[in-house]
């Protein structure tokens, strides 16, 4: 079965990604800061591509390139990101560009099409000065003094000083001008591995999670690992570890199917090895598309804090340290990627969350927005080896292309 | 009860150890780390007082301050340190070293008692540089090497530059003439809690125990905490919290009644919140004074390793890093102690280990040793509010005096 339209030219696309790939290339993956020389000529490589789409481009005071046309009718809005995750994959990001870019060049370039595709690469959504700093100043969210405050996690240098040197400092930043697309589509790798263990090709995004975080703090009594008895311990560490295994056990049973949580840094204090930690703290993230199902765990933890404590020896307190926003996906683009999907990969696509941040999830509150996933292989990700089969990125891209034209004409 | 002989002058002894808490107080501790401007002081301070005892002091190379003197007969060697911990207490170390002081001022001044007292201020025994460099330097464990590599664990400062600004670089180190002391003896608060709990006032040392230590190595899969389903999880943070949980639960079936354990440091990697830790790390600790203990709670270590191994998902592996050397108390040196503590304290003297580390365990190498402790009000050390009462000090000294009178006149 054919659409009639001009399709996604995989080789092109496959191209374009290994030229983005051998610029900042590390291993078989990347290495491309926010503001680093590779990120930068990564954004220079697209402004040159552009115009083979009718598209000119401009990079703006925070690092975003939008590149926009001329043309009349309705328009889309697409892509993702150029910079990348430290010593990490080819894909994360350049992938949603790159079918971005391919949709503009088929779209913009078909007579038959009256509406068009514009194309951004968001910047520092890997977070390296922020949190999703590009995409959130496009929609109005970034006000001048969290740029002021903002510093590169790795090395401590000012967010300031990098826009200095690459030449941003002083200019406008891009901001969304209401009305203007019908919807935004961004392309991703899962970065999991439900397509590829059930051996379909595309994810259609449904929602993506919200992230809610905890500081979970356990105070006992600083002691000497000599001298005081296991019987009049109280040891912050131990009691931290019991808390861990106790999430493990009971969070199952009030979790959802889709719920995932993790506890990603242990502190002990002062964490010597002669000296009972007097105090522990973890840093504990639930993710999750549904508010409520987080309100439960929410409250299973408060109660299991409380328990503890009266248990003894020590006392534990959870603290809210950033509350989940999930950004539920537009409907009529979830309906036109699954449409495009029946057309070229039948009965191979999956409505699914998105259990990782991307900019949709802010570009989703000012205009509709969706998400389509391809595989990963082995679901790895935010490593050097995350990667996709080419037959795949070639596959996503015919269905990126097909339903940004669906959204466009209005054929979901 | 009275010995016939001139006993410890409490108020003096209490008046010396408040004279050195002012040199370096902090709060109601002290401060003053190995070479610190305040701890030489805290050197010069004994200089000028081993006079009275009838001795004369000097700084070695390696900052040992010995005090000898010239009387023929039965010597003693007693001592403690006078460096501290940082921010620490103001009798963990001093007590010993004014003990000593006190002893060889009665005693070598009593011309009733043929043999003398001789006092030792051993160096850094807080391991600020090393581990007990002091002692082990006096005894021959020290070679130049160690001296050449360490440094100050808080600043990463050399010891040689450390020793050169305080004009000791060069000097030579004092070592031990063999067969010069009938036996040495050390007094230390207790640090743990034992004596206060049940209305004692002497610990008649019996051994030191040993430390053995591990790195307990735990590895999973490094993977993203948003898109990695729960069931697929191999989350190294996770085994680790089940692993010391399982310790917690088994231990206390293996270990003896004295043994400790704990878990002093945890380290997740990479440790950030959004990334499922991939290996994790824990520093664990057993201290027994009896060896086949330690090696029952190794096995059982090992086969809890094995277990988890097997039962997945982590590979958990286990490294000895320190061996524990544990060191029996002389017996006769023992009985004189709890013999002066029958005169002075009668029923309230207690046969126990030292679950700390003390010079006294380096001592014993080379000539008979023992210990005496006095209480820890609330079991603490290690922090400024370390404290023992007045009465409990002064009595401490009284029988640490007539403790050292015995061995020397051997009236045990």
Redesign the interface.
């Known amino acids: 079965m054919t659409t009639g339209h001009a399709t996604a030219n995989g080789a092109r696309v496959i191209a374009d990604l290994n030229e983005l790939r051998a610029i900042g290339a590390y291993k078989s993956g990347v290495h491309k800061p926010t503001f680093s020389p590779e990120h930068m000529q990564s954004l220079a490589w697209l402004l040159r591509k552009l115009p083979d789409a009718g598209l000119s481009g401009t990079i703006d005071g925070i690092g975003n390139l939008i590149g926009t046309g001329e043309t009349a009718g309705p328009r889309m809005l697409a892509g993702s990101h150029l910079e990348s995750q430290s010593h990490a994959g080819w894909l994360d990001g350049p992938l949603g560009v790159v079918y971005a870019l391919e949709a503009a060049r088929i779209i913009n370039n078909d007579p038959n099409i009256s509406g068009s595709v514009e194309v951004a690469a968001w910047c520092d959504e890997e977070g390296h000065f922020g949190s999703l700093l590009g995409s959130r100043s496009y929609v109005g969210d970034v006000a001048e003094a969290e740029i002021d405050a903002a510093r590169d996690r790795s090395n401590g240098r000012a967010m300031r000083d990098a826009l200095r040197d690459v030449g941003l400092a002083g200019l406008p930043r891009a901001s969304v001008e209401r009305g203007r697309y019908l919807g935004y589509l961004e392309a991703h790798i899962?970065?999991?591995?439900?397509l590829e263990t059930r051996g379909l090709k595309i994810g259609v995004v449904t929602s993506i999670?919200g992230?809610w975080?905890y500081r979970i703090t356990f105070t006992g009594a600083?002691?000497?690992?000599?001298?005081?008895?296991?019987a009049?311990r109280k040891?912050a560490?131990?009691a931290?570890?019991?808390f861990?295994?106790a999430i493990?056990q009971r969070f199952?049973d009030f979790a959802s199917v889709r719920?995932?949580?993790?506890?990603?840094?242990?502190?002990?204090d002062p964490?010597?090895?002669?000296?009972?930690?007097g105090s522990a703290e973890m840093?504990f993230?639930i993710?999750d598309d549904d508010p409520d199902v987080v309100v439960r765990l929410e409250s299973l933890l408060q109660a299991m804090a409380k328990e503890a404590t009266a248990a003894g020896p020590c006392a534990v307190s959870i603290e809210c340290i950033r509350v989940g926003v999930p950004a539920p996906m537009d409907a009529g683009i979830q309906d036109a990627v699954e449409g495009a999907a029946e057309v070229h990969a039948p009965s191979r696509s999956l409505r699914m969350h998105?259990?990782?941040?991307h900019d949709a999830q802010i570009l989703a509150r000012v205009m509709p927005a969706g998400m389509l996933f391809v595989p990963s292989i082995g679901?790895?990700?935010?490593?050097w080896t995350e990667n996709t089969s080419d037959e795949d990125i070639a596959l996503g891209a015919t269905v990126f292309v097909e339903a940004c034209r669906r959204v466009l004409t209005a054929t979901c």
């Open positions: 899962e970065q999991g591995d439900t999670v992230i975080q600083q002691n000497h690992a000599g001298t005081t008895r296991m009049t040891d560490g131990l931290l570890a019991h861990c295994v493990d199952p719920t995932v949580w993790t506890t990603g840094r242990i502190t002990l964490g010597a090895p002669s000296i009972i930690p840093l993230q993710r998105s259990g990782a941040g679901g790895i990700s935010h490593h």
